[in-house]
């Protein structure tokens, strides 16, 4: 069976020794030796801090605090300029005995209830070394957040939660990297596709050609091949079971809002009459089957 004209479809809802820069942009130290430039504030008596040689090792006490946390301010009151890059990125290591989760916090100054900053976290299974990258504007999964001002960074806070246990956690690292303005990678689960007057796929049309490494899916034998101008022909085994071919967009989905139907051509190149099954699938669960009635050779 081959589709020897265009498929149109129109419905579908488818700290360390210093915090330093990569990309050769050089970033003022925020760690040095044994913290010479910083100053360590914990959150609460439940908190305590050593630092030592390239890092800092953060201890906190099971107690009442819902979020123990280890603040770092700079020692003469100024704010940490992280204005040349995009991202900070943090190592820590777990050193307890339970899998904990570590904060990693860059505050703005400001009124509380505007929440004037931006945090990413990390789980770590003890002796576990993980990696929090924190975009500046982004937070919790580099999700938009607050406009942080990366310029007047007034204090970087690795936190816990609450725990019967105590936990233990070094900071391995703590780096800028990136340019002004960086933004996350795409996911491609959120990328809308809107074909050009409709049409996803056209034998004759070199604008819309179909990727067969990246577009087809196949169930139970069946296949697709792309013939240059000529269509996509789908092949479905013999036997008991019912084969099926998936054409999906190369990456996200079809936005196809603006339309009310789907039409496709269809031509059985075959030796008996069939009768194929259409739907679509959404994000929401497939359309209702369209059953083809059946075509002669």
Same mark, same amino acid.
């Given at each position: 069976?081959?589709?020897?004209?265009?498929i149109l479809?129109?419905?579908l809802?488818?700290?360390? &020794?210093?915090?330093?820069?990569?990309?050769?942009?050089?970033?003022?130290? $925020?760690?040095?030796?044994?913290?010479?430039?910083?100053?360590?504030?914990?959150?609460?008596?439940?908190?305590?801090?050593?630092?030592?040689?390239?890092?800092?090792?953060?201890t906190?006490?099971?107690?009442?605090?819902?979020?123990?946390?280890?603040?770092?301010?700079?020692?003469?009151?100024?704010?940490?300029?992280? &204005?040349?890059?995009?991202?900070?990125?943090?190592?820590?290591?777990?050193?307890?005995?339970k899998?904990?989760?570590?904060?990693?916090?860059? @505050?703005?100054?400001?009124?509380?209830?505007?929440?004037?900053?931006?945090?990413?976290?990390?789980?770590?299974?003890?002796?576990?070394?993980?990696t929090?990258?924190?975009?500046?504007?982004h937070?919790?999964?580099h999700?938009?957040?607050?406009?942080?001002?990366?310029a007047?960074?007034?204090?970087?806070?690795?936190?816990g939660?609450?725990? @019967?246990?105590?936990?233990?956690?070094?900071?391995?690292?703590?780096?800028?990297?990136?340019?002004?303005?960086?933004?996350?990678?795409?996911?491609?689960?959120?990328?809308?596709?809107?074909?050009?007057?409709?049409?996803?796929?056209?034998?004759?049309?070199p604008?819309?050609?179909?990727?067969?490494?990246?577009?087809?899916?196949?169930?139970?034998?069946?296949?697709?091949?792309?013939?240059?101008?000529?269509?996509?022909?789908?092949?479905?085994?013999?036997?008991?079971?019912?084969? &099926? $071919?998936?054409f999906?967009?190369?990456?996200?989905?079809? @936005?196809?809002?603006?339309?009310?139907q789907?039409?496709?051509?269809?031509?059985?190149?075959?030796?008996?009459?069939?009768?194929p099954?259409?739907?679509?699938?959404?994000?929401?669960?497939?359309?209702?089957?369209?059953? $083809?009635?059946?075509?002669?050779?």
């Amino acid at each position: 069976m081959t589709f020897s004209r265009p498929i149109l479809l129109a419905a579908l809802a488818l700290l360390p &020794s210093a915090l330093h820069a990569q990309f050769g942009v050089p970033a003022k130290p $925020v760690y040095e030796g044994a913290g010479e430039n910083l100053a360590f504030k914990p959150s609460s008596e439940q908190v305590t801090s050593a630092a030592s040689g390239q890092s800092i090792t953060v201890t906190i006490k099971p107690g009442p605090e819902g979020y123990p946390g280890l603040g770092l301010t700079k020692k003469d009151g100024t704010p940490f300029d992280l &204005s040349k890059h995009g991202n900070v990125e943090a190592k820590v290591t777990n050193l307890g005995s339970k899998k904990i989760s570590v904060n990693l916090r860059l @505050d703005n100054e400001g009124d509380w209830k505007t929440n004037p900053y931006n945090a990413e976290s990390t789980s770590l299974d003890p002796g576990e070394t993980g990696t929090i990258k924190l975009i500046f504007g982004h937070s919790y999964g580099h999700k938009k957040g607050f406009a942080l001002n990366s310029a007047a960074i007034s204090r970087i806070l690795f936190f816990g939660g609450k725990s @019967d246990v105590d936990q233990v956690f070094r900071i391995d690292s703590l780096i800028t990297g990136g340019t002004p303005g960086e933004l996350p990678p795409v996911d491609p689960a959120t990328i809308r596709i809107k074909p050009k007057n409709g049409v996803i796929y056209e034998a004759a049309n070199p604008a819309v050609k179909a990727d067969p490494e990246k577009q087809f899916a196949y169930e139970n034998g069946a296949t697709a091949v792309v013939s240059e101008g000529k269509g996509i022909g789908l092949n479905f085994p013999g036997g008991a079971k019912t084969g &099926s $071919v998936t054409f999906k967009p190369a990456e996200g989905r079809w @936005d196809l809002s603006q339309y009310l139907q789907i039409v496709l051509d269809l031509q059985n190149n075959g030796t008996a009459p069939v009768s194929p099954k259409i739907r679509l699938e959404t994000n929401g669960g497939p359309s209702d089957t369209a059953i $083809v009635e059946a075509i002669e050779p």
